[in-house]
């Protein structure tokens, strides 16, 4: 088992899994006095965070393809199935190793070439990049994807990372705010028409409580930004452009009690977009890189101390 690769600058540290889907495991804020504190992790007791990491890429599609399949100029393609309803989820590069490219104490730049790999679940070849640095007391994340064949591909890009609901000794639950246009309707997370606004999409545009319990659903219009405010600190994720669509997850366990985390996912777009783009639905955010085109992304997530402090130095 190849070790993950540490970022620290003393204010943060950040663990990035190389061997499964250049993952960010955990990131940790180093406060002056007291323990870490978790800032990127779904922690859940006794989980490993090398098969269940805080975040991960998702390309070259992001969340769901109905039915695990799609069309596309005319043809059709099948994905395999990887979701007990039958969709293809979240892209092919989050569980499969990817390559150091360069990397340094604070930072490093990770790569996957889908052609250096067998059995990929999508029909054209394509390459990413990621590149994770650790900066005073912010993260940032680079993403590209890169069409590498000869014909014209449909693409998305983004980013799932799990937040905590709670931080450990406290009892409130994270507060959130994550201004979005309208929300979806959707059956098993795959959308049944356009985005509307309503209670659920006007609630996020308010720093409040994470918005009911297992919501699973896709938002259009986002600002490019979110904030989840915690007693001791509040973390902001930045991320503009082209990532336009945003999920929140806030899922329960089988006795209807809530998880420890939630997820804010910042992506280009919408989920079934491939599908949707076929039938002509406006802003799906799906792009058609062309042989040779690409696509990038920035995610940005900063922490802000509550009492003005700032590292453990």
Known sequence: ??????????DLVARIDHARGGSIMDLHWQRRRGPAVPIIARGVPGEDPSSKPGCFVMAPWTNRVAGARFEFQGADHALRPTTPEGAASHGDVRARPWRVIDRSPESARLGFLSSEHAGVNFPFPFACQARYEVEGLSLRVDLSLTNT?????????????????????????????????????????????????DALSRRLSELRSPPGLGVDDVFDGFGGWAVLAYGTHTVRMDAPAPLGHLVVYTPVRAGGQPEPFIAVEPVSMVNDGFNMLRRGTPGTGVRVLPPGGGMSATVVFSVTPADGTRSAG
């Open 149 to 197: 064949g000869p014909v014209a591909m449909p693409a998305g890009l983004g980013l799932h990372p799990y937040f905590p609901r709670w931080v450990p000794g406290q009892s409130r639950q994270v507060r959130l705010m994550a201004p979005v246009r309208g929300r979806y309707p959707a059956w098993r997370s795959i959308p049944r028409g356009p985005a509307a606004r």
């Open 1 to 10: 088992m190849m070790e993950p690769i540490t970022l620290s600058n003393g």
